[in-house]
T-cell receptor
Framework: AQSVTQLDSQVPVFEEAPVELRCNYS??????LFWYVQYPNQGLQLLLK??????LVKGINGFEAEFNKSQTSFHLRKPSVHISDTAEYFC???????????FGTGTRLKVLA | DGGITQSPKYLFRKEGQNVTLSCEQN?????MYWYRQDPGQGLRLIYY???????QKGDIAEGYSVSREKKESFPLTVTSAQKNPTAFYLC?????????????FGPGTRLTVL
């Protein structure tokens, strides 16, 4: 069975500070990896995805993530956050040979002035 | 503009009533999905459809039903058999059946049972 773990349910950080949101997964098959962002009372929007190739993936809004196969992790980073980055962030995996995403429980990022 | 629309944005239901949530997409996507979102639980898959006139149960299908009579539409009915229906419901679509496809999400419907 596959699973996704986002250990941090909430992450407070001051504006212009760096942030890392952690994501670990477990899977017996190869997976594709995604990060989505959800602003209050809205749907999810894709930030970035890892399919193959370079393990460092750059996405929208200055976010990037690094795939680490040995540690089964896909942590999301941003060197300097803005107030507008306040949102909930979801890590998801798409196991090879299936037709559905498995989502983590989300990390609520709160950027403080 | 292409996208996914969900209606209504807010929905109130009395216990014992069935309600239908609308999901429409004009992206010409083959696959469509319904998720339920509860605080602290992430997204859980209710039903998905890979092609018109075909759909499969997800992880929490009990108390829900769907239809896929048209490519652009995938309505979800929350029946009275669903014991705890109060939640935020998200519809999504993707171009095909490939696992590399990005899913595009609608704005959601918040259902409250009174």
């Amino acid at each position: 069975a596959q699973s996704v773990t986002q250990l941090d349910s909430q992450v407070p950080v001051f504006e212009e500070a760096p942030v890392e949101l952690r994501c670990n997964y477990s899977s017996s098959v190869s997976v594709y990896l995604f990060w989505y962002v959800q602003y209050p009372n809205q749907g999810l929007q894709l930030l970035l995805k890892y399919l193959s190739g370079s393990t460092l993936v750059k996405g929208i809004n200055g976010f990037e993530a690094e795939f680490n196969k040995s540690q089964t992790s896909f942590h999301l980073r941003k060197p300097s956050v803005h107030i507008s980055d306040t949102a909930e962030y979801f890590c998801a995996v798409f196991p090879s040979g299936t037709y559905k995403y498995i989502f983590g429980t989300g990390t609520r990022l709160k950027v403080l002035a | 503009d292409g996208g996914i629309t969900q209606s209504p944005k807010y929905l109130f239901r009395k216990e014992g009533q069935n309600v239908t949530l609308s999901c429409e997409q004009n992206l010409n996507h083959d696959a469509m999905y319904w998720y339920r979102q509860d605080p602290g639980q992430g997204l859980r898959l209710i039903y998905y459809s890979q092609i018109v006139n075909d759909f499969q149960k997800g992880d929490i299908a009990e108390g829900y039903s769907v239809s896929r009579e048209k490519k652009e539409s995938f309505p979800l009915t929350v029946t009275s058999a669903q014991k705890n229906p109060t939640a935020f419901y998200l519809c999504a679509s993707s171009p095909g059946q490939g696992s590399t496809d990005t899913q595009y999400f609608g704005p959601g419907t918040r259902l409250t049972v009174l």
